[in-house]
């Protein structure tokens, strides 16, 4: 009977010490967050520009790089002028890495008086996407693009100014 007894009592004291083991089930009351982060933003600074030129007798190629350098090759006589890297101004959340998409095929620049056409492709970028990009503690970044224009002999790209759009694509990663 005092066994007994002494069971009871101790069944009583942990059913008060500790409730929850005593219970079928348990309630937590736990928590979660969310962040919303700033959306990023781009925006051209300046157009990718190949400058004035001659293409001659037998065309070929123009290359304006990220640095702002501008070459050519075959017949190609480069003229005066203004020429330049496309400028992009990427703004978002400092610190995070950001996905750049540039051109996958090559684009067309057409002149609006004939029709004509000349090719722009080879696309870089600085800073190169090889590695990582990441805004600064800021959240700027600035993008500097750079590409190759084919160009025909002077019968295939006759005078006049050619045009063309493309798309870059920024998002985080």
């Not at 990220?66 to 978002?92: E, H, K, M, Q, W």
């Not at 890495?97 to 620049?109: D, G, M, R, Y």
């Not at 000349?118 to 805004?135: C, F, G, K, R």
């Amino acid at each position: 009977m005092a066994f007994k007894k002494f069971i009871q009592t101790l069944i009583i004291s942990l059913a008060i010490t500790f409730p929850a083991i005593l219970s079928a089930q348990v309630e937590v009351t736990a928590r979660a967050t969310a962040e919303v982060i700033v959306a990023i933003n781009a925006v051209e600074g300046a157009i990718l520009n190949f400058g004035r030129f001659s293409p001659e007798d037998g065309g070929g190629e123009i290359r304006v790089l990220p640095d702002g350098t501008r070459t050519s090759s075959g017949s190609v006589v480069l003229g005066g002028g203004l020429y330049n890297p496309a400028t992009f101004y990427i703004t978002g959340q400092p610190e995070y890495t950001v996905a750049i998409t540039l051109p996958s095929a090559p684009i067309l620049l057409t002149n609006t008086l004939n029709g004509r056409t000349m090719e722009v492709h080879n696309w870089t970028s600085a800073p190169s996407l090889d590695a990582e990009v990441t805004l600064s503690t800021t959240g700027n970044l600035n993008l500097n693009l750079g590409a190759t224009l084919q160009v025909g002999d002077i019968s295939e790209n006759p005078v006049g100014i050619y045009s063309g759009t493309y798309v870059v694509t920024f998002s985080y990663n």
